[in-house]
């Protein structure tokens, strides 16, 4: 049985949200001290977070990046605030995907199952014993790390996700709808802002790594991912 921890201090939509998912057979806990997210999270040792923006004492990016710091769990943040920004402030901080409030319960639930295959399902299974090399540059998908030369990085899964697509097809175009579909199972509630926002994460992933300008944007098509690294560029 899945786990799922809630971190949100609306108690009516908690309930709401428990009765939905419970009926679906996963198991859930939501955090009743918010200045111990990350006690709660370790205690509860859970397969996917639902965390709200505006919490008591610290913001959720804040609970986000501390959880970020020893877990690569897949974190939806959940929130009323609808700005760009907020979404994109959402992902740079770890997030792997944002809910906007008022929202139906079966995209929550969509979104939550999407990210439970992505990590734990066919997908991960079929790719986790995989190590990807292009020119130096190796993917650990399993492990979800990223390393040229001495030097590592560790990904989120949606950048694994995003950097396995690429490194699998160098120099070839590849679409936005086709990131979007391989990416996501439920393309239709991903904000396009979601992507460009997971492009970026990746970019500044590879430029941790001394590797600049390797993804490329080609306009009204999609991207490239150009082995640009050898070059010393």
Partial sequence: MFRILIVEDDEKLVSLLENYIQRYDFETCTVQKFECVVEEFKAFSPHIVLLDINLPKYDGYY?????????????????????????????????????????????????????????????AT??????????????????????FGSNKVELSHTETRVLSEFL????????????????????AFVDDNTLNVNINRVRKKLQNLHIHNAILTVRGKGYRLIPNWEKGE
């Fill in 126 to 147: 079929n790719q986790s014993s995989r190590t990807i090399t292009l020119e130096g540059l190796s993917l650990d998908v399993d492990r979800m790390v990223l390393s």
């Fill in 63 to 123: 609970w986000c990046r501390q959880i970020r710091q020893f877990s690569t769990c897949p974190i939806l943040f959940i929130s009323a605030r609808d700005e760009k920004m907020e979404q994109v402030m959402a992902m740079e901080n770890g997030g792997d995907d944002f809910i906007t409030k008022p929202f139906e319960y079966e995209i929550v639930l969509a979104k939550i199952r999407s990210q439970l295959r992505r990590s734990y399902g066919d997908y």
């Fill in 168 to 187: 699998s097809k160098p120099e070839s175009v590849i679409s936005r709808d086709r990131l979007l579909e391989k990416i996501w199972d439920e393309e």
